[in-house]
């Protein structure tokens, strides 16, 4: 149980660290992964976990994972952005397109794959994070073959960091499964 806690205070943690997290876009993302931490607790401090507090838990952290990943994954892309864009351009070419241009809707598909991701692991399927993923490679396919915008290195940067996090959201309500 420690565990879970642990990972849920993880998620508050690394939310409250983003530069400007007060800023409203983050203040819900923090609130939603401190109340899954507060649901853990509670949780774990019970005689067994009941069904009532597993699907709480469950909800609050597909709800974290939607929420808190998309501020946390945009801080990943913004210290990783100086790497990842071209530094030099070729004489005779115009300036290439930003990454965040060519890869529209961004904030929309990262929530709804955390959210795919998310479930499939609590549902023990983890089989449907290779689906999701290769939905979305499939998707973002003729973007990401555009040449020196970055939108390559910004997408598999992306994914990892949603990825991650979702993850680390289901395994708080996997670890409250596990015997004592």
Do not use: Q
Not at 60 to 74: E, H, K, R
Not at 75 to 98: C, N, Q, V, Y
Not at 126 to 139: F, N, Q, R, S
């Amino acid at each position: 149980m420690m565990a879970a806690v642990l990972t849920s205070l993880l998620g508050v943690v690394l939310v409250v660290s983003l530069p400007g997290w007060w800023h409203r876009s983050h203040v819900f993302p923090a609130v939603a992964a401190g109340t899954l931490c507060v649901a853990i607790v509670i949780a774990a401090n019970t005689s067994g976990v009941g069904r009532t507090a597993l699907i709480l838990c469950a909800a609050l952290a597909v709800i974290t994972s939607a929420a808190g990943g998309g501020p946390l994954t945009v801080a990943i892309l913004k210290r990783s952005s100086a790497s990842t864009m071209p530094r030099t351009r070729e004489p005779g070419r115009p300036d290439p397109t930003p990454a965040e241009d060519v890869l529209r809707g961004g904030a929309w598909i990262g929530a709804l794959e955390r959210l795919a991701v998310t479930t499939a692991l609590i549902a023990g399927w983890p089989e449907g994070i290779a689906v999701v993923l290769a939905v979305k490679g499939l998707a973002r396919y003729p973007e990401l073959r555009s040449p020196g915008a970055g939108a390559s290195e910004r997408f598999i940067i992306g994914t990892f960091s949603s990825v991650l996090w979702a993850a680390a959201c289901a395994v708080t309500v996997l670890l409250l499964r596990l015997p004592r």
